[in-house]
């Protein structure tokens, strides 16, 4: 339910403040929690409505319903210096392409040589496979290093990413939604992108992910500039998540995914967030720009507890371009 911002708002990065947002920067650290600490007693209320209208029979569909593929690792590098000179040329060369919408890396800033990569692909078909120059430059095995992948791929992409020395998550069942290069991709915002491996309840995975997938249909009408809200089982642990954020601008992708009140925070705070376990997440990453991350802190305090990466600090390779061609 998208709200107009008053005529005193200001805008700055993709970010737009206003009096409203002020009020419930306050009262959502307060709001949030107690709604989520009594979600025992709407839950049945529900789970008798949902399968009375047989609401989850309607859902739009997952992920893999999509053709774009992403893809994140953390790999072990032998040398910073040589992987950062060989990755950027690299992913300057293949974010070239019509394509890749986005192929960046940062050094870890809490393990020691270690690299995070991110790649957006349009689809399977656009996959830019890794140079020797890169490769060469890991040192790590499948106990150290992952690679963890949503979306449209198929056995040629899996096939052309797989790589020794790295433990892979090609999953398809796929929960939520990667959105087909459009509306929302053309904000003029740096992005912010989350990933994240979280974990639930024993034995509540399915109806966790059912009504993830209600409330991210309800996410892919209203927040255009969300551009990828999605999550898959792990292979490893069925009680574990691997989860996927991509918002392409504050105001119409962050702040509308989430409206406060809505039906959509209503759905999850009662349905979703109740069955991940208590404390921070045991994988979580944001990248993006120091305003956009730090408003979004603002709005919700837990979101503190991704490690930061920003745009203008130590970046490997060129900032997402997900305007191109559009």
């Known amino acids: 339910m998208p709200r107009v911002a008053p005529r005193h708002a200001t805008a700055k990065m ?21 709604l989520v600490q009594n979600a025992r007693f709407f839950k049945p209320i529900y789970l008798f409505f949902d399968n009375l209208f047989k609401r989850f029979d309607k859902v739009r569909g997952g992920s893999n319903s999509c053709k774009p593929v992403v893809v994140f690792a953390s790999r072990t590098i032998k040398d910073a210096e040589a992987y950062q000179a060989a990755y950027a040329k690299y ?34 078909a656009d996959l830019v496979k890794q140079p020797v120059a890169v490769m060469s430059c890991y040192a790590g095995s499948e106990a150290t ?21 790295c433990k892979f998550g090609f999953v398809k069942t796929m929960r939520g939604f990667l959105r087909d290069p459009g509306t929302g991709f053309d904000t003029g915002s740096p992005p912010m992108i989350w990933i994240s491996k979280r974990n639930v309840q024993p034995g509540r995975m399915a109806l966790c992910g059912r009504n993830f997938q209600i409330g991210t249909d309800m996410m892919f009408d209203n927040a255009p500039a969300a551009l990828g809200i999605c999550e898959y089982t792990s292979d ?35 349905n979703v967030i109740p069955e991940w376990m208590p404390g921070l997440f045991p994988i979580g990453f944001s990248f993006s720009s120091k305003e956009m991350i730090n408003a979004a802190v603002d709005a919700n305090g837990g979101n503190a507890a991704y490690k930061q990466y920003l745009w203008d600090k130590d970046l490997i390779g060129p900032q997402p371009d997900f305007a191109k061609g559009v």
């Open 91 to 124: 992913a300057e060369e293949a974010q070239t392409g019509s394509g890749v919408r986005a192929m960046f890396s940062f050094l870890s800033t809490e393990e020691a040589n270690t690299a995070l990569q991110f790649t957006w692909y349009d689809s399977p």
């Open 14 to 34: 993709g970010v737009t403040v206003n009096l409203y947002d002020k009020i419930i920067n306050k009262a959502a650290p307060i709001l949030t929690p107690l």
């Open 236 to 270: 490893e642990d069925a009680d574990s998540l691997w989860s996927l954020r991509v918002f392409n601008d504050f105001d119409t992708g962050f702040k509308t995914h989430f409206p406060i009140p809505s039906r959509i925070m209503f759905r999850m705070v009662f």
């Open 145 to 165: 290093d992952y690679c963890q992948i949503w979306g449209g791929w198929d056995e040629e992409f899996k096939a052309g990413l797989s790589q020794p020395g």
